[in-house]
C-alpha cells in the first residue's frame, strides 16, 4: 500500500489550499482517512478524520476552516484548507486505517505567510 500526498505550498494568511491523498495497492476499502500535522519537535497532531460512514472529526483548531473528504471509488483522502492562518504552518501527513493495518503519507509542506 502506498500513499502519494499533494497539494501543500506556500500561501498567504487568508487564503485556500486543497490537500489530497491517493492510496494505491492492494485495496479493498478504506475504513478511516485522517490528515495529520506536525512541527519541528513537536508531535503529530490529529487535524481531521472521516470514517467510510461519512462521520467526520475535527481538531478544535481548524473547525469551521477545514473540511475532511474521502472518495473511495477514487481512494483518495482530501483536506480542503480555507482561512489559512500563519499558525496553520507545518508538515501534513496522510493516514489510513484498512483491515486494522494504518499506513502514511511521506507528508507535504503547507507554509502560510502573513
Known amino acids: 500500500v502506498q500513499l502519494v500526498e499533494s497539494g501543500g505550498g506556500l500561501v498567504q494568511a487568508g487564503g485556500s489550499l486543497r490537500l489530497s491523498c491517493v492510496v494505491s495497492?492492494?485495496?479493498?476499502?478504506?475504513?478511516?482517512g485522517s490528515w495529520y500535522r506536525q512541527a519541528p519537535g513537536k508531535q503529530r497532531e490529529l487535524v481531521a478524520a472521516?470514517?467510510?460512514?461519512?462521520?467526520?472529526n475535527y481538531a478544535d483548531s481548524v473547525k469551521g476552516r477545514f473540511a475532511i473528504s474521502m472518495d473511495s471509488a477514487k481512494n483518495t483522502v482530501y483536506l480542503q484548507m480555507d482561512s489559512l492562518k500563519p499558525e496553520d504552518t507545518d508538515v501534513y501527513y496522510c493516514?489510513?486505517?484498512?483491515?486494522?493495518?494504518?499506513?502514511w503519507g511521506q507528508g507535504t509542506q503547507v507554509t502560510v505567510s502573513s
Open positions: 472521516i470514517a467510510t460512514g461519512g462521520s467526520t
Open positions: 493516514n489510513v486505517l484498512i483491515y486494522d493495518l494504518e499506513y
Open positions: 495497492g492492494s485495496i479493498f476499502s478504506i475504513n478511516t
